[in-house]
């Protein structure tokens, strides 16, 4: 260890610290906004390391032979891709912080506790998407985890603690499966390391025991399966409607996005790197439950009565149209282009998702209810947050002129470039589906009586505005010029594409 | 790479620049009538500009006022954001600008949402300007898709009747069209190389896409092409969207959508199915042709029997449309190719477009004053209201093809042209004309012709600002009538080489033209 690994882990370090540093004021200082804005403003910090971090990196000008950094012995390493989700993690935090500014300051909910919970969770995530070997995998994952599960029991009613220990279960179970497959895999490759593994395992199917094989097989599938809830993904899905209905808005707004980010991250390390190299066709796994997923997810969605329900569905059927690119990475070895559709991806899902959930988050304190129904009118009581959800249901839809239209045809075609067209066509016809119910809802937000008097009545604070502003931008931008995101997005996979080669 | 002339851009976002005006000024029903009114007829003037300064010399360049600048270039996907117009598309950008400002002009009574109204009015202008100028076919698909959610917002808000029912249906099948398309764009970015987006690379190369191998064939790009356009256009049986979304609209967004938004079906026909398939248009052209004789035919069979006023002209418009699918089914003939027919088709989207939108804002003229659009109800209103009986004369004359009037022409190029190809079918599809007398001539005589029922008594005529969309498409049908080549010579000009392709095409596959 020496000083250059501390540099290279700055962000996670810096945003942990912030977390303390937080928790501490707001016990000398009163005002919950000046706690609100100290976290917000610290988080500059972490941002400022990441940039220059990555101007470290951006030395050499062929970004494809910067190899990862290793730190603290390949315990976590350091490339474009981690940073690129370092980002993500950092900036759907600082629109969540200033999204929740408004339920912070009616719910009654203690900020710094707030706060903390959710700037230690973003660390775990930083730590997660460059963590190098299962110890700090799993760690990363539960200091991911544990924190988003006391966020959802937050609201203090029977629902938001019923989603709380649900959340804290399945995540239990779905780590201890992860843990059962990654021992598989440490027995049958002799090592912790991503890449240890990856070499230890093509020197295991040398001598081609079948026992090793079905060994590996039993691995992949148990950590396929213990992913799968992280991702939510069919058929590991089931929490989901349920969490999200339970909890707080702003914290299913982290969790939808951030959280769900940063496993694909895992998954796309963890198979890509870690289990590059093995003669397994788990791509069709993949692609399988991204079938799945989108078809299930839609269908479900359609019969839903309570909008924080259908984002839970539709959150389900977005992971499968994502897991589309990941299916389409594995058909061919050496293409980056379903990698970058994928961080493409989730970049357009997570500003599409996060104005529309900060929306709903501030509509739901303004009717006191998330009915669908209740929604009538809407359009007339609060023009701003209904302009705002206007434009994340025609984005979740995947309409023009919005990021996840052109994430879609991206993701679509790395699909049918590895020879799944038919996992593409469904995903087409999946999105013919969707269309139906999120419609439905810009529909009832116009229903109603033209006599209502314009009754503005919640006071949408400007922190809450800024926010729903910056990422309905963002999800516009990302289609009208996403030129410069896709490069970024295609920097970051070649810089873990060329991490293997 | 990068050129930029501005005229099509500006005329394609001019009315979304109106739209955000509109919807972060103040909620003034003056203010949004205003700049929708100003936004629009200056996008007419553009519009006019760009057909009148369109080179109609033979040495001009095929497409014009080019907007060139690259938009995504990724390795995967590489697109341009390229306007430019050809002689095919510039009279369809007048078109759209011409009802443009009647479908406004038609809206001033409109007192329910009014800042809402006219930023879907706006939006859906951007749309459809996008689609007629854009050369990319990524652009073309981004622009088609953003006139859903205007379209079924018009329809389920300020529409009548079963509108939930009706604009979810429109929505449903357009944007189940949309998937096959995007399935085909993917085919294309997938079998076509670097350049596979841009149109003119494609039009100009002289032979159309590149031969593919395997499961992603030409013929199956083209029937997933087929089948986005055929529900727009809208073609027998993919057309049962369009009844109840006609019915059920606004009067200004009927007019939008039979005026303009059915000719992106037929433009898109003639630009992809026809302009980059030169080898599928020629060997599908029999299935086209029955599915546009079987069109013709049954629209209007089913029109006859019609006694809402709004239902008759939509159904009368499958009918209409079926006659662009016979037109463009002429490439089909086993010999020479001309471009009789395809002139006639690209003739038979503006003329409907004008026509229809004249009989669709009468029709709403009548319905708004007499609160009902079932023709046994009516009768004598020309009594009443002689401004608008003497529009529907001519918009009814010129729908079923009189002499002199702009339907004539396109009807009887669409003919020629068919002929040379399907002799037999074409004779059956000119029996659509005689149905389309029927019921045109039978719908004046009992809605504008005998006595007048008393709970009419009060109607009123079109008045000043009514009829002003009234007379410039009463005007636009008669000058094309009298001197069609201010239009046919254009759309000759943007034709003629695609038909070229075909003929070269088909030489060397038999073997009559070496490689």
């Known amino acids: ?501 | 790479m990068n050129e930029f002339n501005g005229l099509l851009t500006a005329t394609v976002f001019l009315p979304a620049i109106g739209a955000l005006v509109i919807l972060l000024g103040p909620d003034n029903r003056l203010f949004s009538r205003f700049i929708a009114i100003s936004v629009a007829a200056s996008d007419f003037v553009l519009a006019i500009l760009v057909f009148g300064l369109f080179d109609r010399t033979d040495t001009a360049s095929r497409f014009q006022f080019l907007d060139q600048w690259v938009w995504i270039s990724s390795d995967a996907i590489k697109s341009t954001y390229l306007l430019g117009v050809d002689g095919l598309s510039a009279p369809l950008v007048l078109l759209t600008g011409l009802l443009g400002i009647c479908a406004v002009l038609a809206s001033l009574k409109i007192t329910l949402r009014v800042k809402q109204y006219f930023i879907w009015i706006l939006l859906l202008q951007t749309s459809v300007m996008g689609v007629f100028t854009s050369l990319d076919v990524l652009l073309f698909f981004l622009f088609w898709e953003v006139e859903l959610i205007p379209m079924y917002m018009l329809i389920t808000t300020w529409g009548s009747g079963r509108r939930e029912y009706s604009g979810m249906k429109f929505l449903i099948f357009t944007i189940a069209g949309s998937a096959a398309m995007l399935v085909a764009i993917l085919g294309l970015i997938l079998t076509q190389g670097d350049h596979a987006l841009n149109m003119i690379s494609t039009l100009e190369s002289g032979s159309g896409l590149l031969p593919t191998t395997g499961i992603i064939s030409l013929s199956v790009l083209f029937w997933l092409f087929f089948v986005a356009f055929a529900i727009k256009l809208p073609v027998w049986p993919l057309h049962t969207w369009l009844p109840d979304a006609h019915t059920d609209a606004p009067t200004a967004a009927s007019v939008i959508l039979a005026g303009v938004m059915l000719k992106m079906g037929g433009y898109g026909l003639l630009r992809i199915n026809v302009g980059m398939f030169p080898e599928q248009i020629q060997s599908f052209a029999w299935v086209l042709m029955t599915l546009g004789v079987i069109s013709v035919i049954y629209g209007g069979i089913v029109t006859l029997r019609q006694t809402d006023l709004k239902r008759l002209v939509a159904y009368s418009s499958v009918s209409h449309m079926g006659l662009v699918l016979v037109g463009i089914a002429s490439v089909g003939a086993s010999y020479y190719v001309n471009v009789t027919g395809l002139t006639g088709a690209a003739m038979q989207l503006f003329t409907h477009g004008t026509i229809t939108g004249l009989l669709f804002l009468c029709v709403g003229l009548i319905y708004d004053n007499a609160h009902t659009r079932s023709i046994p109800q009516l009768g004598g209103v020309a009594q009443r209201m002689p401004i608008v009986g003497i529009a529907i004369l001519i918009a009814g004359f010129g729908s079923l093809g009189l002499p002199g009037l702009s339907g004539f022409v396109s009807e009887i190029l669409v003919f020629f042209g068919a002929f040379m190809a399907f002799p037999i079918l074409t004779v059956i599809a000119v029996l659509g004309i005689v149905l389309a007398a029927g019921y045109i001539l039978w719908m004046i005589q009992r809605a504008l012709f005998g006595t007048l029922p008393d709970h009419l008594a009060d109607l009123r005529d079109a008045d000043m600002v009514e009829s002003v969309p009234l007379l410039l498409m009463i005007v636009s049908i008669i000058v094309i009538g009298l001197y069609p080549s201010v239009l046919t010579d254009v759309f000759n000009s943007g034709l003629e080489p695609m038909v070229s392709v075909i003929n070269n095409v088909s030489l060397i596959n038999t073997g009559l033209l070496g490689n």
């Open chain 1, 1 to 501: 260890m020496n000083f250059n690994d501390i540099y290279l882990l700055s962000p996670q370090i810096s945003i942990a610290a912030l977390a303390i540093l937080t928790i501490l004021a707001d016990l000398v200082i009163a005002r919950k906004k000046a706690v609100l804005l100290i976290a917000l403003i610290g988080l500059i910090i972490p941002l400022v390391f990441a940039l220059s971090l990555v101007s470290s990196l951006h030395v050499s000008q062929d970004v494809a032979l910067v190899g990862p950094s290793s730190i603290l012995y390949s315990s976590f390493s350091l490339s474009l891709f981690s940073l690129y989700f370092n980002f993500l993690v950092l900036g759907a935090l600082a629109i969540v912080i200033l999204g929740s500014s408004d339920y912070l300051r009616d719910s009654g909910v203690p900020t710094g506790e707030y706060l903390g919970l959710l700037l230690l969770s973003a660390s775990g995530m930083m730590l997660l998407v460059s963590a190098e070997n299962l110890v700090t995998i799993y760690i990363a994952l539960e200091l991911t985890t544990l924190p988003l599960a006391a966020l959802s029991a937050f609201s203090l009613n029977g629902k938001s603690t019923e989603s709380g220990i649900k959340f804290l279960i399945v995540s239990a179970l779905s780590s201890a499966v992860m843990l059962y497959g990654m021992a598989f895999i440490y027995g049958l490759s002799g090592s912790i390391t991503l890449g240890g593994i990856s070499e230890g395992l093509a020197s295991a199917s040398l001598d081609t025991m079948a026992y090793q094989q079905y060994g590996i097989l039993l691995g992949v599938i148990l950590l396929l399966v213990g992913f799968g809830f992280k991702l939510s993904a069919v058929p590991f899905h089931m929490w989901v409607p349920d969490v999200y209905e339970g909890s707080p808005t702003p914290v299913v707004a982290f969790l939808s996005v951030a959280s769900k980010s940063v496993a694909f991250a895992l998954v796309l390390r963890f198979f890509y790197v870690g289990l590059g190299d093995v003669d397994l066709n788990w791509a069709v796994l993949f692609a399988l439950i991204s079938a799945l997923s989108m078809t299930v997810g839609n269908l479900l969605a359609i019969s839903q009565t309570n909008i924080k329900r259908l984002f839970g569905y539709s959150t389900i059927a977005h992971a499968g149209y994502i897991l589309a690119g990941v299916a389409a990475i594995s058909y061919v070895g050496d293409s980056y282009i379903g990698m970058s559709s994928v961080l493409f991806y989730l970049v357009a899902y997570a500003a599409a998702n996060l104005t529309a959930l900060l929306a709903i988050s501030q509509i739901g304190e303004l009717l006191g209810s998330d009915d669908i129904d209740s929604y009538a009118g809407l359009y007339k009581k609060t023009p701003f947050l209904t302009v705002a959800l206007v434009i994340s249901l025609i984005a979740l839809i995947g309409v023009p002129p919005t990021g996840i239209f052109i994430a879609k045809i991206y993701v679509f075609t790395a699909a049918v470039d590895s020879g799944l067209m038919w996992l593409a066509i469904i995903g087409v016809i999946n999105s013919v589906v969707s269309a139906y119910y999120y419609v439905r809802v810009i529909r009832v937000m116009f229903r109603g009586d033209d006599r209502l008097k314009e009754t503005d009545n919640i006071k949408t604070g400007i922190f809450v505005k800024l926010s729903i502003v910056v990422s309905a931008a963002i999800t516009v931008w990302l289609g009208i010029m996403p030129s410069w995101m896709l490069e970024t997005a295609e920097l970051a996979a070649v810089s873990l594409v060329g991490l293997v080669n």
